[in-house]
């Protein structure tokens, strides 16, 4: 049995470097619409600090020689970018780590538990989490986002995330209306 998830989603890995539009440096990873399934891929893809930039080294892709710069997990229907119609009249809170990356891991990954449980309504709202590499040269920054439909239910969603269901209250939120936002998709 591979126990269904309530909803399906797609783990997509973003590049610095692909091509010169926003759509060119996503890959679609897989899809996962089931517990297994779900296991199976986090348990075998690299670890955020092991993907990303450690303030020393540039990591590569061997296969694409491409620079990595984020994950993606969206529901299937939504792609990961401001202009996406589930996007464009919602926003983003995000929160940032730049010295324990191995707990920032672990956060995100219970983020994405939390959110793939569906045990709250408000989640229905939020269309995905990324991960995001911000770092500039020897400045170590990640930063994990979560994008939200619309700005109904604002505050009632930033309550649940500084909840103890996702352990993000020490965080300082930050807020961004996708409103007026452009990729070069």
């Known amino acids: 049995m591979n126990y269904p998830l309530d909803d399906n989603w797609i783990l997509y890995l973003h590049y610095k470097d692909l091509g010169k539009l926003y759509n060119d440096n996503i890959e679609k990873i897989i899809e996962i619409g089931d517990i297994v399934t779900f296991w199976q891929t986090f348990n ?6 092991e993907i990303f930039s450690d303030g020393r080294h540039i990591k590569k892709m061997k296969r694409n020689n491409s620079t990595p710069c984020a994950y993606s997990f969206f529901r299937k229907n ?21 010295n324990n990356l191995q707990k920032f891991q672990e956060e995100w990954m219970n983020s994405i538990l939390e959110l793939i449980s569906n045990s ?14 911000c770092t500039k040269f020897d400045s170590v920054l990640y930063r994990m ?8 239910n604002r505050q009632s969603i930033e309550e649940v995330l500084k909840s103890e269901s996702f352990g993000l209250k020490k965080y300082k939120f930050l807020y961004r209306s996708h409103k007026n936002m452009k990729e070069t998709v």
């Open 145 to 152: 986002e979560f994008w939200i439909e619309t700005e109904d």
């Open 44 to 49: 075998n893809i690299p670890k955020i600090y």
């Open 120 to 133: 709250n309504d408000l989640y229905k709202s939020i269309n995905g989490i990324r991960i995001v590499d």
């Open 78 to 98: 939504v792609f990961p970018c401001w202009e996406d119609d589930k996007n464009k009249e919602g926003f983003e809170f995000s929160v940032k780590n730049s």
